[in-house]
């Protein structure tokens, strides 16, 4: 029964940070919001914690925005009621630059990726729909683990074959990054 | 051990578990003979009711509880923060209010804030910055309070709020949910980022502690100096320090003058229980009063709780009050309001017949209640066997204030100043020494034989105002124990503007209110917006004492 147990736990904590890089980003990057919730902006925190070459603005619009400059654009997903009052948007337009913008990035050859960053919390009808109308267009996805509780991002990455990384906690984001970026 | 550690580890599974469940609507609600405390976070309820247990009476229960919420709520209250308390100990013939609300800086005046060409303030400073802090009551409340009608002595009962910080504060789902959509504020400023990040910028995660040591010894500083050791000395001068960094004006003489007011309550009834609640600088006491009676004027306990006449009616006795508000609140130091007019069951009587019961009226403007004149929050209840009852409401305004935090005290600045009108002109336009119009409202009642009966407020902005009113009628009219009153479904809205409702309101009463004419705003099934009531009530037929506690927030009562 110990053992059981102990293999339980075992196999759980690995699975807290379960991925693998199955294909490897490049720097510069570029990263903004989608759905203007804070979670890109925690998205720089732990990209300054491995050194990542990056830029970011919440608000980038396709038009001001050189994509030949970057390799990689990230894209956080997190609808925010409040976010996007503050930024005087409405979420039909949120979807529309973001979309803009992951169009240009496709066009000049970036990669793109899609991440959850602040789980469960940013599961919903908008957050979905933006993660949803995105998809076609991301080469891979970073989620945190219970975000993806119903398998949501796991349909998504494997019915466009494209890999997902997985973290636990925020902070575990570090180590998607370093490997994703061969940091 | 290799036991140890296996049950510890599933002991954190299932609580993490439980931990990510957004809503328990379970064991929110407490009963018990002695007394019974309840509050916005369970860790909070339990110090009050260890203190009933060591012989504390309603006051030191209800202070411990209050010092204890500001660490283990510090994003909703605390020492930079002010409120309002009602005090009924059974040997008093009336009730006491305690106004702790912040007072405008000496330096500030009706032009403090600066303002576009479009009279919209400019980079948010009522909100965030030195500029939205007013001087802040809470401690000069708390202890004044302590002194003068509990039997406790300070070091008794801060203890346990030193200890919660020094242990860490548990993130809950709320508390994490909290941080993320308040993290821009946080990151704004170094010290709150160092105290409420973690790895220099990620949010805890949802069972983790957050450890406050500056807290702490803030706290110890005022066991051992009182008032003095936060209104003069280090901590003053830190807190105008840190204040004028970011934009304010406070100043140690400022600090050193703040002067709370003690007031009588204002008085009404609600179908022969008498309400007691606050007075200006809230609105709120009054208002709840002036809306009670208006819908004295309905059968409501015939008409149901939550059908679409009754959720018609409180909606248009919503906008009446709501323009009386706009126009008559004030700070009543500087300002005539027509407290007895606003409170008159007359005055009620001639806005309940502006009710159409069929359909809501296109625009409302405010009556005239002088011809009737002859006159982001937190709140806890507590009541005992006695009939001692407390009820506290106190704040520092959106969560986590303006922002400021003072380094090395753990303290978060209030942004109250917000709760002036920014322009000149108004009755409630910045002024030195003025207290900002509030909507707080710690209130108690009295059953038709004029016993202590319940105790009861809530966070919420102007929602305090309609969901105390509402909570109030779910009792009386409705026969809802306090618990179900509290879980109960609520709506608000202002003068004008769309109805909000709560999730849980039927479909059938939803299409009827669309078909009357209603504009309605959909809100989710328990929204925190609706704020959160922690209430006591007395049932004097089996002799105990039932607390109640709201699931939108980290409720949760404890007895004894």
């Known amino acids: ?183 | 051990m290799r036991k140890a550690i296996l049950v510890s580890l599933m002991a954190l599974m299932i609580v993490s578990m439980f931990a990510v469940n957004p809503l328990n609507l379970y064991g929110r609600d407490a009963e018990g003979r002695n007394g019974v405390v309840a509050a916005a976070k369970p860790e909070a309820s339990e110090v009050g009711v260890k203190i009933l247990e060591m012989g504390g009476n309603a006051v030191d229960a209800a202070i411990a509880t209050a010092f204890a919420l500001g660490v283990l709520e510090p994003n909703a209250s605390g020492l930079g923060g002010g409120g309002f308390m009602i005090i009924q100990l059974a040997h008093m013939d009336e009730a006491v209010v305690i106004d702790f609300r912040e007072t405008a800086p000496s330096a500030a005046g009706p032009t403090f804030f600066n303002l576009d060409e479009r009279n919209r303030v400019i980079n948010n400073e009522t909100i965030i910055g030195g500029k939205s802090s007013g001087v802040p009551g809470e401690v000069a409340g708390l202890l004044y309070a302590l002194e003068n009608f509990g039997t406790m002595s300070r070091a008794q009962v801060i203890q346990p709020a030193i200890e919660w910080a020094e242990k860490g504060i548990p993130v809950t789902v709320n508390l994490f949910s909290i941080i993320n959509d308040n993290y821009e504020k946080i990151m704004m400023m170094e010290n709150g980022a160092e105290l409420y990040l973690k790895d220099g910028g990620i949010p805890y995660e949802i069972g983790e502690t957050i450890v406050l040591k500056d807290l702490a010894d803030t706290l110890r500083i005022i066991v051992e100096k009182g008032k003095d050791g936060f209104y003069k000395g280090e901590i003053a001068e830190k807190i105008v320090a840190e204040v004028q960094k970011r934009g304010g004006v406070i100043t140690l003489e400022d600090l050193a003058n703040y002067d709370l007011q003690i007031r009588k309550p204002v008085v009404g009834t609600y179908r022969d229980y008498t309400i007691l609640s606050v007075p200006p600088a809230s609105s709120g006491g009054t208002h709840i009063i002036e809306l009670l009676n208006i819908m004295e004027n309905f059968d409501l306990a015939t008409l149901g709780d939550n059908t679409p006449e009754t959720l018609h009616l409180w909606s248009e006795a919503m906008k009446l009050i709501f323009a009386d508000r706009s126009k008559y609140m004030a700070d009543t130091a500087f300002v005539d309001v027509p407290l007895t007019g606003l409170t008159s069951k007359e005055y009620a009587r001639t806005l309940a017949a502006k009710i159409d019961p069929n359909k809501p009226m296109e625009s409302v403007a405010a009556g005239d209640p002088w011809q009737y004149e002859s006159g982001s929050t937190t709140h806890l209840s507590v009541m005992d066997k006695e009939g001692n009852m407390v009820a506290i409401t106190k704040s520092i305004n959106y969560f986590f204030g303006s922002g400021v935090v003072v380094p090395g005290t753990g303290i978060i600045m209030n942004n109250h100043m917000d709760d002036f009108v920014p322009t000149p002109g108004s009755a409630n336009s910045v002024e030195p020494g003025k207290r900002p119009l509030s909507s707080m409202s710690p209130t108690l009642v009295l059953d038709p034989q004029g016993r202590p009966y319940m105790t009861l407020g809530s966070p919420g902005a102007t929602r305090i105002i309609t969901t105390v009113a509402q909570v109030i009628s779910n009792i009386i009219d409705h026969g809802m124990t306090i618990q179900q009153a509290i879980l109960a479904p609520r709506v608000f809205r202002m003068a004008s503007g769309s109805m909000s409702i709560e999730g849980r309101i039927s479909i059938n009463a939803y299409n009827k209110l669309l078909e009357m004419g209603h504009q309605l705003t959909l809100r989710g099934d328990y929204d925190a917006y609706f704020g959160g009531v922690h209430g006591v009530l007395y049932n004097y037929d089996i002799g105990i004492l039932f607390g109640g506690a709201d699931p939108r927030r980290d409720g949760q009562a404890f007895a004894f």
């Not at chain 1, 339980?8 to 570029?30: D, G, K």
């Not at chain 1, 990689?72 to 925010?80: D, K, L, M």
């Not at chain 1, 599961?123 to 949501?152: C, H, M, Q």
């Open chain 1, 1 to 183: 029964m110990k053992k059981l147990l102990l293999t339980f736990f075992v196999v759980l904590c690995f699975a807290f940070v379960s991925f693998a890089a199955e294909i490897l980003l490049e720097e510069p990057v570029i990263v903004t919001s989608a759905g203007q919730s804070p979670g890109a902006l925690q998205f720089t925190v732990v990209a300054k914690m491995v050194s990542l070459d990056y830029k970011f603005d919440k608000l980038y619009k396709a038009e001001d925005v050189d994509m030949s400059q970057f390799k990689t654009f990230v894209i956080v997903v997190g609808a925010s009621g409040k976010g996007l009052g503050a930024a005087g948007i409405d979420i039909e337009v949120e979807i529309n630059r973001v979309l803009a913008l992951a169009r240009e990035a496709k066009d000049n050859g970036l990669k793109i990726v899609i991440c959850n960053l602040e789980g469960a919390s940013r599961r919903g009808e908008s957050s979905d729909k933006i993660v949803t109308t995105l998809a076609p267009l991301a080469s891979v996805y970073f989620v945190k683990s219970d975000a993806n509780e119903d398998g949501f991002f796991t349909n998504l990455s494997e019915e466009a074959g494209v890999p997902m990384a997985t973290f636990e906690m925020t902070v575990g984001l570090k180590d998607v990054l370093a490997q994703y970026f061969g940091k």
